[in-house]
Nanobody, 126 residues
Framework: QVQVVESGGGLVQAGRSLTLSCTAS????????MAWFRQTPGKEREGVSF????????YYEDSVKGRFAISRDNAKNTLYLVMNSLKPEDTAMYYC???????????????????WGQGTQVTVSS
């Protein structure tokens, strides 16, 4: 059984940093590209960042470019998202997704990921 678990969310002041982690078990972690998504109430889930299975290809949503950094440690079966210079508009539930079956060019499509975590809440106060 595949389990995806996010951690690291919390309440932080604007301008500060936070690091999210995601572990996945029940699958061969290094084989799969992964991504972070986020969602706020009343809005659709949006892709934040993507990393290929070997870590060599990464993508970012425009509003987080230069502030967020995605990485992975395949030896530890762990995905990371370092979020710097946080803004109130970054407030959302953040989800980790894996088992990507789509094309890199459309990495932000929810339907191209087969496994999701339950999410971790990030709240940025102004």
């Amino acid at each position: 059984q595949v389990q995806v678990v996010e951690s690291g969310g919390g309440l932080v002041q604007a301008g500060r940093s936070l690091t999210l982690s995601c572990t996945a078990s029940g699958l061969t972690f290094p084989h799969y590209s992964m991504a972070w998504f986020r969602q706020t109430p009343g809005k659709e889930r949006e892709g934040v960042s993507f990393i290929s299975w070997n870590g060599q290809i990464t993508y970012y949503e425009d509003s987080v470019k230069g502030r967020f950094a995605i990485s992975r440690d395949n030896a530890k079966n762990t995905l990371y998202l370092v979020m710097n210079s946080l803004k109130p508009e970054d407030t959302a539930m953040y989800y980790c997704a894996t088992d990507f079956v789509g094309s890199y060019g459309t990495w932000y499509r929810e339907s191209d990921y087969n496994y999701w975590g339950q999410g971790t809440q990030v709240t940025v106060s102004s």
